[in-house]
């Protein structure tokens, strides 16, 4: 195996043992990228210089025995996740030229481990998209299929993780955009509890339901990542204080006796890929040779899910988009007046699926429809966040699809916004409700396409959904 190839168990344990330097790995990593990414298209920035000095920075920090599991570990960074003094885009022409002078705090954690910057990451353009179509910077691969997505929004990352362009990478997930790419890829990716990790930092999409977590190789590495980025932070108000558990310790426990819900609201719906449903059911099915009990549940407002996501997101988009106006920061077009420069720097810095969510979410706001549209998917939302919870009294966790169908035809669905966006039908119920959930793969269709299985637990119950997560992925 190459050393691009490990995960980072695997490379921090290679390095410890110096078979490699972490400039070497760096290097590596680098090469690949310059080989695959005009292929694969999954970075829009890549930072060889600074990555090759801080990989320096690693072998004399592990040299000096203050090495940390992430020291010396190359990974890139979803360019809706600001990092300091570098390029931060959002995949949107409008912040082409936009270098924040601040940092995520969840990068900023991993940095401090020594973590090496490979670069950052194409996406849908902040966070809008299913695809990663809605990038002004080109649609990403699938590395499994070069005609096929890579899914969104993050598929810059997972498809540079999953085409072994770095160990791996930081993403955003506000309804599904860590999940599904993972699926699409084949990675393990979590979308953490909503006040688990920090969003200060993010481009901000829905405000209310963002959240940041990791894509890496295995579902312990995922564990690894967040034991650095998780916690409290004075910067991010929603934010909880509750301690971080040591995910990792826990992943090899055993899971005998653990109820496993199965919601038929996700396993009978006509828009579920045949091969994706099998592949999955008979993952769950092997969960009982473990010890664990399989549990029919219902999930009734599951129905109402994409309805309600389509209202809140749009709407939160709105009103977090309107600091976009080339008058602050990012890309300005000149215009006879302060009404044509606003007008002219959007048209031309925002890809249409952004304009488009920007007037359905001014639209729901507006007066005389708020209540009708905002303020009653907001009351939905508040059922469905019910309905998980009353399942949890019941069952542990639940096992579903994470995507009714695997990686799809770039331009497939480009020109039809409601089928893509029912390539989130499994992911945004739980954004909803604010669990956390996590994709794990679970085989391959005869296409050759991944297939993942998708782990949903109780709020702020990461360690369990990551301890169901690593048992399943070492099923044979």
């Known amino acids: 195996m190459e050393t691009h190839e490990l995960t980072i168990t695997k490379a921090a344990e290679g390095l410890k043992n110096k078979e490699f330097s972490a400039v070497e790995l760096a290097t590596a990593c680098l090469k690949r990228i310059e080989e695959r990414n ?17 990989a320096r920075k690693a072998d004399e920090r592990i040299a000096a025995g203050s090495a940390s599991p992430l020291t010396g570990v190359p990974f890139a960074v979803k360019d809706a996740i600001c990092v300091k003094d570098v390029r931060s885009t959002g995949s949107a022409k409008i912040l082409d030229t936009y270098v924040p002078a601040h940092e995520a705090t969840v990068i900023q954690k991993i940095r401090q481990q020594g973590s ?21 910077y080109g649609p990403v691969r699938n590395p499994h299929d070069e005609t096929k997505v890579a899914g ?34 084949g990675l393990a990716g979590l979308r953490p509890s909503y006040g688990r990790n920090s969003r200060y930092g993010i481009m901000p999409m829905a405000s209310s339901l963002d959240t940041v977590g990791p894509l890496a190789k295995t579902v312990e590495d995922v564990a690894l990542l967040m034991e650095v980025m998780a916690g409290n932070d004075p910067m991010d108000p929603t934010t909880v204080s509750d301690p971080v558990p040591a995910y990792t310790h826990h992943l090899r426990k055993e899971i005998k006796g653990l109820k496993v819900g199965v919601p038929k609201e996700y396993f009978e719906t006509e828009g579920l890929d045949g091969e994706t449903k099998q592949i999955v059911e008979e993952k769950i099915l092997q969960l009982k040779t473990l010890g664990c009990e399989l549990v029919p549940i219902s999930l009734p407002y599951t129905k109402y899910a994409i309805a309600v996501y389509y209202i809140i997101v749009p709407s939160e988009d709105s009103s977090n988009l309107g600091r976009l106006d080339g008058i602050r920061y990012g890309v300005r077009k000149e215009g006879e007046n302060l009404f044509d420069v606003y007008g002219n720097t959007r048209a031309e810095g925002f890809p249409e699926e952004v304009k488009r969510r920007i007037m ?47 990686a799809f035809p770039i331009g497939e669905k480009s020109d039809d916004p409601l089928q893509m966006y029912l390539a989130d039908a499994f992911a945004v119920g739980p954004s909803v409700a604010g669990i956390p959930g996590l994709s794990v793969p679970v085989g391959f269709t005869k296409a050759g396409l991944p297939v993942g299985l998708q782990v949903l637990g109780p709020r702020l119950q990461e360690e369990r959904v990551l301890r169901v997560g690593y048992h399943i992925e070492h099923l044979s």
Request: aromatic share 10%; net charge negative.
């Open 116 to 136: 090496v910057l490979l670069g950052k990451n194409n996406c849908d353009a902040f966070g809008h998209g299913a695809s990663n179509e809605n990038s002004m």
């Open 38 to 54: 005009p292929v694969i298209n999954g970075f829009i920035t890549v930072c060889t210089e600074s990555a090759l000095e801080e």
């Open 152 to 185: 969104g929004s993050s598929g810059g990352s997972a498809a540079a993780v999953a085409d072994n362009q770095c160990i791996f990478a930081i993403a955003e997930d506000t309804g599904g955009s860590i999940r599904q790419p993972a699926s699409f890829c």
């Open 360 to 406: 359905i979410g001014t639209y729901a706001l507006s007066a005389g429809y708020y209540d009708a549209y905002y303020r009653k998917a907001q009351k939905v939302r508040t059922l469905i966040m019910q309905d998980f919870e009353r399942v949890f009294r019941e069952v542990d966790v639940i096992a579903t699809p994470t995507s009714p169908f695997p």
